[in-house]
């Protein structure tokens, strides 16, 4: 009984043809990482700004709420911390200081 070479072994795709991902799906990989990254970064500048003395405590206040009387007080306080907080009203990450639901 002689076995065929081909038959003990299964066929493979070329190199070149494996793994090839479709231009569509790689553009939106890569668009949902840069979502993902810009994300990150705008929450460690909201934290960031929790965690900034100058503008007051911030627990029980919301960041709009911190970000107002800091501005009342004329701290001056991150114009990015508005627009970042006034783009997302609806996401608490956004919008609730770090301490929100922990104290």
Same mark, same amino acid.
């Given at each position: 009984m002689s076995k065929n070479l081909l038959d003990t072994f299964k066929s493979r795709k070329p190199v070149a043809a494996r793994g090839k991902?479709?231009?569509?799906?790689?553009?939106?990989?890569?668009?949902?990482?840069?979502?993902?990254?810009?994300?990150?970064s705008d929450l460690q500048t909201l934290r960031a700004f929790d965690l900034d003395s100058r503008f007051g405590p911030c627990a029980g206040l919301t960041r709009l709420e911190r970000w107002e009387r800091a501005e009342?007080?004329?701290?001056? $306080? $991150?114009?990015?911390?508005?627009?970042?907080?006034?783009?997302? $009203?609806?996401?608490s990450d956004y919008t609730e200081c770090i301490w929100f639901n922990r104290i």
């Open positions: 991902a479709k231009r569509s799906e790689v553009i939106e990989v890569l668009d949902d990482a840069a979502e993902l990254s810009l994300r990150t009342e007080d004329g701290l001056r $306080p $991150p114009a990015r911390v508005l627009q970042l907080v006034q783009s997302h $009203p609806r996401d």
